[in-house]
């Protein structure tokens, strides 16, 4: 069942996160379904201007509703990442969509409250719910590469005006992630105390945490050891979710680790069976350790256990 991220967001405030994962394919699609059954967790499938490009938005959307006959307890958002104004209109428009984001983060306060503005206008009308991004993140974003000098952390009284100016249902904001598999460069930091700010300034309101894969070390190593050079690549600890969660943030994005799976997975097997041409066998490897990935961080995200009280919170059985 496809619901709003609004309906998620106010089950989820302050006690768990939803985890937001990326999606291109079939088997990613497979992988993410029975890794939310599997863990009794409802969940936001996520798909960027990149993805919908790939292969064509409407065979995602042809699978995505394919996966929800499949799994017909599933309860999740579909929801557009890192939109522009063109993506936000032409998702809200298609009327598949229950949530879009708008992200004019590169552009100045001005324009980005006026951009926002024009997506609210638009996705309200038809009930879909808008997050939107103040702030920078740094590392590589679609379209645009970031440099970690230009990455900027949201700042809590902006944070404010800009909820109260747009309208927006979420807020994305900067407090030390960045996308890609090379995050924290030093120390690894989440900016707590930017987001303990935001939450006194704007209660209950909910709050997403974009870069934020755990860019496991044991699937580094194994990609490596198989052929791949990832040196150095470093992520979120996924044991500070549950902290991030209490203090507002509902929403997780993960994108990289569900590549670096897939990426172990290929390599492995055809570094250890070269006489492997059939797509099928790597491809059913790959949805199972998906799938198991995702039960592990659901439990991480506290989302994990959360689907039979989302039913009955949405008035269904
Ligand atoms: O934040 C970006 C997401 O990881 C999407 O990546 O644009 O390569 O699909 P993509
Ligand atoms: P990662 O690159 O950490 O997976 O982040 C994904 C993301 O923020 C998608 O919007
Ligand atoms: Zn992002």
């Not at 009308?125 to 974003?141: D, H, P, S, Y």
């Not at 995050?183 to 300034?201: M, T």
């Not at 496991?216 to 996924?238: F, T």
Request: proline residues 3%.
């Amino acid at each position: 069942m496809i619901v709003s991220t609004k309906k998620l967001f106010q089950h989820a405030y302050g006690k768990y996160a939803l985890g937001a994962y990326n999606i291109n394919n079939a088997e990613q699609i497979m992988g993410l379904f029975r890794g939310n059954i599997d863990s009794q967790a409802p969940f936001i499938i996520q798909i960027s201007r990149g993805a919908r490009a790939y292969t064509d938005k409407l065979l995602l959307e042809g699978m995505i509703k394919s996966a929800e006959q499949i799994f017909p307890k599933a309860v999740f958002a579909v929801h557009l990442d890192h939109g522009d104004l063109e993506s936000c209109l032409d998702s809200i428009k298609s009327g598949f969509y229950s949530s879009v984001m708008i992200d004019a983060s590169d552009q100045d306060f001005k324009n980005n409250v006026s951009i926002t503005k024009k997506v609210v206008k638009a996705a309200h009308a038809k009930k879909i719910t808008v997050e939107a991004e103040l702030g920078q993140l740094g590392g590589v974003e679609e379209h645009i590469a970031v440099d970690e000098k230009d990455a900027h952390l949201t700042d809590p009284e902006e944070a404010k005006d800009f909820i109260n100016q747009t309208g927006c249902d979420s807020l994305a904001c900067a407090i030390g992630t960045s996308h890609g598999a090379y995050k924290f460069s030093g120390s690894q930091a989440i900016h707590f105390d930017i987001l303990k700010r935001i939450q006194k300034l704007a209660p209950k309101f909910p709050l997403v945490m974009h870069g934020s894969s755990s860019i496991p070390q044991d699937e580094v190593k194994r990609i490596n050891a198989a052929g791949g050079k990832l040196g150095g690549a470093k992520g979120v600890d996924e044991n500070q979710f549950k902290k991030a969660a209490k203090l507002g943030v509902t929403k997780v994005n993960i994108d990289t680790d569900g590549r670096l799976v897939w990426t172990r997975v290929h390599r492995e097997v055809f570094r250890d069976q070269p006489e492997v041409f059939d797509l099928r066998g790597p491809g059913k490897i790959f949805m199972a350790e998906y799938a198991k990935y995702i039960v592990n961080k659901n439990k991480k995200l506290g989302s994990a256990g959360q689907l039979p009280k989302v039913r009955k919170f949405l008035g269904k059985k």
